[in-house]
């Protein structure tokens, strides 16, 4: 039976959350008056915290405000990259990667299975040495270019096991004949925890569901 783990990324493979992160820094490396547009950036996160809209319309507006129309290109991508060196060097929690290089001693198959854009998801999976990235999907030009407008939904919640499905069909894989093993940080993950053969809730918590099972990876 094929092994395969299932890692999420903000507060589970790294410490702290992304997605702002990724938006400060492209508006600062880029035309720093987009960084003006940083208090309606928080007006939108408090938005939707009150249940104004949802998630993909808030990325949506985070990229076009502080990265622009077209978020990954030629011309992008060295600003990108430097993000990314930043994220490996700053904000990799201890545990994730001693967890990840044990499942690859172990021959498991690692796939990142995170609401994070592709636009940088991808290249942080192939980074840390996991074989797959199964992120939020973008829109792209005529000319190839990520583009700010999500292309189909938010890679969220119930979303992933859809998204797991169709990865493991396109891999020949039937659910039957693989055993999975899902990493994060949150009950919001709850679909993707009960449809793994064992969920791992990553972190420090108090009443964790007695269905999963519960570690800290904040030290080595």
Known sequence: MRRIALYDLDRTVTRAPTFTPFLVHMAASGNPLRLLGVPLWILAMLGYKAKLYGRKPLKQFGLTLLVGRVVRSPALQPRIDRFLARQL???????????????????????????????????????????ACIATRHQRS???????????????????????????????????????????????????????????????????????????????
């Open 89 to 131: 060097v700053r904000n990799i929690q201890p545990g994730a990667r001693a967890q990840i290089a044990a499942d690859r001693e172990a021959g498991v198959t690692l796939v990142l299975v995170t609401a994070a854009p592709e636009i940088y998801a991808e290249a942080m999976a192939e980074a840390l040495g996991l074989h």
């Open 142 to 220: 005529a000319e190839g270019h990520l583009l700010s407008a999500i292309d189909g939904e938010n890679n969220y919640g119930s979303i992933k096991v859809g998204r797991i499905e169709a990865w493991l069909a396109a891999e020949g894989l039937a659910r039957a004949d693989v055993h999975l093993t899902a990493y994060t940080d949150h009950a919001s993950d709850a679909p993707i925890l009960n449809f793994a053969d064992t969920g791992v809730l990553v972190g420090r918590y108090a009443k964790p569901d007695p269905r999963w099972s519960q570690v800290d990876w904040s030290a080595a």
